[in-house]
């Protein structure tokens, strides 16, 4: 491990659709490979960020449909325990992002079938029976940074920040020289925003 800044705890608030968290989540995987840290993983949901705002329809739609996902993971760890929330989230978001499979009911269905959970687990992805858990996770993620974001949110320490927002996966040290710089940044309690316009699109290799 290497002897620069390190952080012992972080904490990730995701959206399965979302391709920015995505690929910070594979950035953070790649960091824990390098740097002593341990993740905790929680559900945000951007249907819930997203309620009330006049967004345009194609969009509405993709909100509409993307209580699902986060639902079933929270249905997950109320049932089965807080391991399957990352265990989920891996296999979802393959799919959805490196397969680009937008059927979100066949995306739910092989990623029970994959992590090992009962396939009556998907029928929670149309009920509101564990929405209180769902929107209290993602607020506990709001909280700390403010509702003018969005997904990822990453608390380094119990300092959080929306992002970092990445375009593609750091590897290696290059991985955890990045994760160095932020939990630096987040060390400093008047640090709040660094930010440039995004000219590319996401890759997920």
Not at 86 to 103: E, F, P, Q, S, V
Not at 159 to 176: D, H, K
Not at 187 to 199: C, G, N
Request: proline residues 5%.
């Amino acid at each position: 491990m290497s002897e620069s800044t390190t952080a012992e705890k972080a904490d990730f608030w995701f959206d399965p659709l979302c391709p920015f968290a995505w690929i910070t989540s594979r950035w953070m995987g790649e960091v824990e490979q390098v740097r002593s840290v341990s993740v905790d993983w929680h559900v945000m949901s951007l249907a819930v960020l997203n309620e009330g705002r006049d967004l345009p329809a194609d969009y509405q739609e993709l909100m509409r449909k993307g209580w699902a996902p986060v639902r079933v993971i929270t249905a997950a760890k109320e049932l089965h325990g807080s391991e399957y929330v990352k265990k989920l989230y891996d296999a979802m978001g393959t799919r959805i992002h490196n397969k680009g499979n937008k059927d979100f009911d066949a995306v739910i269905a092989e990623s029970l079938e994959e992590v090992g959970l009962p396939a009556d687990l998907a029928a929670y992805g149309a009920t509101d029976e564990y929405d209180a858990q769902l929107r209290a996770s993602h607020q506990d993620g709001i909280d700390r940074v403010g509702d003018e974001v969005g997904t990822p949110v990453v608390a380094f320490n119990g300092t959080a920040f929306f992002g970092p927002v990445l375009t593609s996966i750091p590897r290696g040290e290059q991985a955890g020289r990045i994760f160095d710089g932020a939990v630096m940044m987040s060390e400093f309690p008047e640090f709040f925003e660094l930010k440039r316009s995004r000219t590319g699109t996401p890759t997920f290799d």
